[in-house]
């Protein structure tokens, strides 16, 4: 397999998960803005912080609100981070990698570039918000379920589903680490109702509000929330699940090719500061540096890949 | 011309009777509900879209990529038809590869008089370079397309020889799919040769072409100049069909006297390159110094036999226009036969009598650049200005070299579809030729590309023509 076609799918994967990850996001903000407006300015800006973009917002926009925030997240192509820009940059590169691509799974993603590409054609109306990012995780979900049903289980497989597995760890820390401090216990206002909202748009901004209750009903509390969303392996966007994701294909890379890189030196270090951890232990050593230290291993991390396997060199 | 009056209609003959090859079409064609076809032909344009066959558009700032025009009314070919056409073509690319191992070594045929050497040697398309290569397995032109225009019942006439990196192919089995997606009914009345197999054969011809280093399954690669390059989608398209690694200049390297590839796993080398990068642009040490779309020192690999390319460098000397008005003497030259496929008569402007001729009857003539294609720089006698014939006749003066000129064909036309019916539109046909050492192979058919605007022959892609599926029939 060429080495540039795995960087193709390794980037096509996280493009996909990348675009799906803003809807989400977007989802939740919207939601509080909605129910909450004293709330909205500050959960704009938080949107905003965890897609990594507050500079080029602030030099297009002067204000945070849904319909600077939404336009810009989604259909603004100076905006590298935004949906049109990463559903295009996915569809570039599995024109790249086509030959690694069955059928169904190029179409499934052509498809996705051409639906979105009409639906964020023009504004998007308020009323139409819902919708439209109901279709953007719907087009991803779609060409994830062709990978799932008609790829093979070998190297190409391996490396789009890490491109997804790192975009997606790497989306969880930064949700959690800008608001972090929702989740601390000492400086919380435990209990009060601007908390159990905040805690709750976290929960939504990874699709995961109805999989906490279902394993601890109404008792939503934030080491709960950290618990859940750092350390619970069926949790499918948690720090823990994602990682044992990523290992578990690196790992069938090195039986595929027969030798073990520096990359799988480096997911081994990041599986080490999640296994056999309480998320006690986590808060009492600071979950912020906690969190940085993640985010920054999983840049190493895909750089590691990147050189291992021969992407661009 | 032009006015359809007189032309050859491929499906009616002049008193409307259907012609034998299209009865059976005709009358399924008949029997359908206008609006229905209507309505399929807009989803075929879906199909294209869903499928990603579209082309880029040079010189497009928003890079957008565009879908050729798809017709659904099959082009018919008997099977008495194609056997005849095909022994031509296969005759004819015999005479090409003979013609270009001649060239780069002996020269025989200059020595014989049948070409001039000035033709040879001043010529822009002769690599010197290749003189006394000799290609693994002695193969100049793996992949061949010869465009054929039609003007009576027996009447075919070869315009243009494509010896370099002849496109279309995609378009063939991708037309074909879709009317099998659509139309699967017409399939099981109607017996049609497949087309499918190319794939195949281009793969075994690459195969059979592999170089003596190559020990066991020979590796092979689609070189493309990459992912913004027109013909993208047919680069990837046939490399997944064949299941060879697609791959760009900056995949490839030359180590230990091999070109190599970066993989996941290291470098490892190549034994074919079918390369979708002009001559010019694949060697920056040996052709061109800034080019950044071949790999540095790959001819030196291929002249020492490390490395089959598909097709060899400087094979655009056998499809030159200049050259094509020799090819019934080539033809003859090679074979000892008597040409079976008919050149269009042609005035080489670069003799002083043609010159003239072509002077006085500019606007009955096709002008042709030598060096041109795609239908540029190309005047069109009969449907140009005034101003367009007098800037020719100005270039003619300046340069007469420069062109040949061709009397305009009544170009046969066949039906399309349009919403007032079926509506008669001129067309030609570009069959895909595969050589091998041992084989000569020729899909039954080929691209038929019509011109979609009333009256006009104007084929190219990037100047409104169409395509249309090409059947020959199983009779």
Redo the contacts between chains.
Sequence with gaps: ????S?GGLYWMFRYLERSENLARLLEAGFRIALTRSTAATSEWQSVIATAGVTSGFESRHGEYNAANVVDYMLRDRENTSSVRYVTEQAR?NA??V??ALT?EV??AT??CW?VLNQALQRPIRERDLPEVLALIKQQSTLVRGTLYGTMLRN?IYNFARLGTFIERADNTARILDVKYYVLLPSLSHIGSSLDNVQWETILRSLSANRSYRWLNGEDINPSGIADFLILDRSMPRSLAHCVQEILSNLNNLSAQ?G?RKPCHDCVDKIFETLDQRTIDSILASGLHEFLKNFIYGMGELSSQIEQD??FY? | MGDGKNDYDEMFGGDGTVRDAYREYHNWIDAEDPAQLLKKSAEAETFFRRTGITFNVYGDSQNTERLIPFDVVPRILSSREWSRLARGIEQRVRAINAFLHDIYHRQEIIRAGRVPERLISENSAFEPKMIGVSPPGGVYTHIVGIDLVRTGDNEFFVLEDNARTPSGVSYMLENRETMLQMFPELFSKIPVQSVSDYPKALRRALARSAPSVCSGRPVIAVLTPGIHNSAYFEHSFLADQMGAELVEGHDLRVIDGRVAMRTTKGYEPIDVIYRRVDDEFLDPLNFNPDSILGVPGIMDVYRAGGITLANAPGTGIADDKAIYSYMPEIVHFYTGETPILKNVETWRCSEPDSLAYVLDNLEHLVVKEVHGSGGYGMLIGPTASKREIARFRKLLKAKPGNYIAQPTLALSTVPILTKAGLAPRHVDLRPFVLVSPDSIDITPGGLTRVALKKGSLVVNSSQGGGTKDTWVLDD
């Design positions: 397999m060429l080495g540039k795995a570039t024109r790249l086509r030959t059928r190029w179409e052509n498809e051409m190297d090719y030798e396997y021969r060199s």
